[in-house]
């Protein structure tokens, strides 16, 4: 599956965006999904996960309430709404696919998933 990440851009504190990933293939709904952040100088950190139907959803701790993950099999595309954006969270943001279930690995971890889009940069200013 090839992925492709946007949305991104330049807001200001307090502001929302929504964030979109397309995927290639017919086979979306087989996917995992997940998107993690990268800000400058930082490891690539965890921000929200979907499973494939859909019907449960993880967040990493500090971003519960604000930012809401998504998806629409029908259309391909997985979604990251977020409000009240700061300053801190800016970042390049990726979306990844995992097309398994990895026993003993954290849907949390890179390590999960096996597909990786771009990245679309989100600057928050204060």
């Known amino acids: 599956v090839q992925l492709q990440a946007s949305g991104g851009g330049l807001v200001q504190a307090g502001d929302s965006l929504r964030l979109s990933c397309a995927a290639s293939?017919?086979?979306?709904?087989?996917?995992?999904m997940g998107w993690f952040r990268q800000a400058p100088g930082k490891e690539r950190e965890f921000v929200a996960a979907i499973t494939r139907g859909g019907g449960s959803t993880h967040y990493a701790d500090s971003l519960k309430g604000r930012f809401t993950i998504s998806r629409d099999n029908a259309k391909n595309a997985v979604y990251l709404q977020m409000n009240n954006l700061k300053p801190e969270d800016t970042a390049v943001y990726y979306c990844a696919a995992a097309a398994k279930v990895s026993v003993g690995v954290l849907v949390t971890t890179t390590a999960y998933y096996d597909y990786w889009g771009r990245g679309t940069l989100v600057t928050v200013s204060s």
């Open positions: 293939g017919r086979t979306f709904m087989s996917y995992f």
